[in-house]
């Protein structure tokens, strides 16, 4: 129950101090995941700008045209990014499933439509975020799921395989989060065409990292809007944007496929409704966030940091590559990298999950994912200092479980309560 008297502010912060002794700290650069670090001054104008974002809404940006304008640059800045034309129009979401779940309602929307589809398909790789399921769940549409390649990119021609009249959508990431390899987007784009469906690029991952890779000289495979073909892209500011929580932005090729994901009634005893997206409320403080993160760093800004999380993730894969008994999987070049149990060791593989309780035990946090059995880094700029540190403990803990197994074999990537 909650109790019938109130408590101080003070003593409420006090409280909230308690409960997160045991959160991992991130702050420290100990979580490969789930917080990216772009350093202090990006702290504080993403925390000043919430302190006075904190209260708006922009359920109804008439009444705060400032969230309005906001979402409207934020958006026109990514399309930038990510190479759209003058008629590539978006919206913010509040994370990467938010976006997923719009793309793939479009997508349904569209084949209704254009195609008079009752029955809609989608065509996932296995590596595909789980957010895609989640939004076939949703949505009511049948999900064909494929293999990947041993490369673990997505295998065109098993996708084509499953391609037919009811497809609405076909499903690339850039990257895909397990192994963090790019898909053939413009393969997979071509293959959506052939049947008149939508091809999503899920770029929650790299969509601020593959624009500033590229930049930096980086080897990138042709992923945005300049492949023929392409109808949206998901790309989350709260990731390698380095913003806080609570917001993505959802991308389409033009303002006519972006009406496939928006409701609007007008039939209501409130009045007129229209909503661009799945919240009502839409809270004002992560939408300002993302604004004055971007206009903070500029290109400039995420240049330097693409530049320390890929250089960290680097000297990452060489440090696992040179230690017997764990290797990387598959050849991902960016900042995402899982790392297995290596079977061709002198010693033999090691359990990687024991790895990771010696690792937690040591303060550091890794998701745990399979098949198969790896633990997974999202590497960003605030890895970067305690790098050589984390080479140590990983060194150590390698030898510590060398001849021990986990008893709990669960994955983690989310959680329920
Ligand atoms: C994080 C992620 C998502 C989902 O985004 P959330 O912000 O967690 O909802 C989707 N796809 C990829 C590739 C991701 O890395």
Known sequence: MLPVAGRGVDDVLAELALK???????????????????????????????????????????????????????????????????TTSGFLTSGGTESILCAVLAARER??????????EMVVAESA??????????????????????DWTADVDAMAAVLNANTVLVVGSAPQYPQGVVDPIPEIAALAGSVGANCHVDACMGGFV??????????????????????????????????????????????????????????????????????????????????????HLGVEGYLALTRTALETAD?????IGSIDGIRVVGGGAFHLVAMAGDPDANGGPIDVFALGDALQRRGW??????????????VSNGNAAVLDDYIEALTESVAEVRDTTAADRSTNYATLE
């Open 111 to 120: 084949g209704r439509a254009e195609r008079g589809i009752t029955a809609p």
């Open 315 to 319: 000297r990452l894969r060489a440090a």
């Open 210 to 295: 593959l624009p500033f890779a590229e930049m930096l000289g980086r080897d990138v495979p042709p992923w945005d809007f300049r492949v023929e073909g392409v109808t949206s892209i998901s790309a989350d500011v709260h990731k390698l944007g380095y913003a806080p929580k609570g917001v993505s932005v959802i991308l389409h090729a033009s303002a006519e496929l972006r009406a496939y994901q928006t409701f609007v009634f007008d039939d209501w005893l409130g009045g007129f409704y229209a909503s661009p997206s799945i919240q009502g409320t839409r809270p004002g403080a992560p939408m300002a966030m993302a604004w004055a993160v971007m206009r």
């Open 20 to 86: 997160r002794e045991r959160d991992v700290d991130w702050a420290s650069g100990r979580a490969f995941g789930m917080v990216y670090d772009g350093g202090p001054s990006v702290h504080e104008v993403a925390e000043r700008t919430a302190m006075a974002f904190l209260h708006e809404n922009a359920l109804n940006t008439k009444a705060f045209p400032s969230l309005g304008s906001i979402q409207s640059e934020v958006v026109r800045w990514t399309a930038g990014l990510l190479h759209g034309s003058a």
């Open 129 to 150: 975020h789980a957010a895609f399921h989640k939004a076939a769940h949703l949505f009511g549409i049948t999900v064909r799921k494929t293999a990947v390649k041993p």
């Open 365 to 378: 946090f890794h998701d745990r994912q399979t098949p198969p059995d790896s633990l997974h880094s999202t």
